[in-house]
C-alpha cells in the first residue's frame, strides 16, 4: 500500500489512464547520473494529487455537518478514534454529494 495519500490518489490516476504506476520512466535524477533512484510512473500524477488533496481543504456545508454529528464527536474529538471518525464521516459525506 501506498505511504502517503498523496501517492495513493497518484497511483489511482495513473491507473485510470491504464498505465502501470510501477513502471520506470526514467531516474530521478535529471541528468541521469543516478541510475540507482529510478522514478516511477505514478509520480506523474502526484501534481494532480496534490490539487486533488487541495480541493479538500475547504469542506461543503455537508461535510461540516457530518464532522460535528460523526459517532464520538463530543467526547472523543482530540482522540486518534474520534479525529478519523470525524475524517471518515466527513469524507462519506462528500461521496454522496452530486
Known amino acids: 500500500m501506498a505511504d502517503t495519500m498523496i501517492e495513493r490518489i497518484a497511483r489511482h490516476l ?3 489512464e491504464f498505465y502501470d504506476p510501477d513502471d520506470v520512466v ?7 547520473t ?4 529510478p522514478a516511477l510512473y505514478w509520480i506523474e500524477w502526484s501534481a494532480d494529487a ?3 488533496l487541495q480541493l479538500l481543504r475547504e469542506p461543503t456545508e455537508a461535510m461540516k455537518t457530518a464532522g460535528v ?6 467526547e472523543d474529538q482530540s482522540s486518534r478514534r474520534g479525529c478519523g471518525n470525524i ?12
Do not use: F, R
Open 14 to 16: 495513473c491507473k485510470a
Open 87 to 98: 475524517y471518515s464521516a466527513m469524507i462519506d459525506a462528500a461521496l454522496t454529494e452530486v
Open 26 to 32: 526514467g531516474t530521478a535524477s535529471d541528468d541521469g
Open 34 to 37: 543516478d541510475d540507482n533512484n
Open 69 to 74: 454529528t460523526a459517532p464520538h464527536y463530543l
Open 50 to 52: 496534490k490539487v486533488i
